[in-house]
């Protein structure tokens, strides 16, 4: 258990607690779940709004050609219009329990990864925080996901 907690960063207990595991025992060709699952809404369209530092040069390198940009000059907070594969993930546990803060995104028989911390750093205070949920729009962008925006939900 302690090779696959230090090549997938989901700590051993993650690893139990996800599997119902009373040991660190487990068996050759055994099947376990490494993140939780999300809940997924699939939709066509998002919107982006554009931060500080933005380029029309890096939204299309970021979103191609999914990302609808205006003829004019950008403006911060203006809304764009993103189109295409959009999915909203919604931690299905508190943030702080997400070992790696990795969240898994399933879709067909792909499976691809959004690592939260990139280019992010907005989100970087909450790691430790096991009070919050999350919900994370992201797009498709050819064989990558790229993330549009996030909603923090504090539990009770």
Do not use: C, W
Request: no cysteine.
């Amino acid at each position: 258990m302690y090779s696959i907690s230090k090549r997938t960063g989901v700590s051993i207990d993650s690893i139990k607690r996800l599997n119902h595991l009373t040991s660190d025992i487990i068996k050759i060709g055994q099947i376990l779940t490494l993140y939780p699952d999300t809940g997924v809404i699939y939709r066509t369209s998002a919107s982006y709004f554009v931060k500080s530092g933005d380029t029309k040069y890096t939204l299309q390198n970021k979103f191609g050609n999914t990302i609808a940009l205006p003829s004019g000059t950008l403006q911060v907070l203006q809304e764009l219009k993103i189109s295409g594969e959009v999915l909203e993930i919604t931690t299905e546990e508190p943030f702080g329990l997400a070992d790696g803060r990795v969240i898994e995104v399933k879709v067909g028989n792909d499976y691809y990864a959004i690592n939260l911390y990139q280019g992010n750093a907005p989100i970087e205070h909450l790691a430790n925080r096991t009070d919050l949920r999350l919900t994370f729009t992201v797009v498709r962008v050819g064989p990558r996901y790229e993330m549009v925006s996030y909603a923090v939900q504090e539990l009770e």
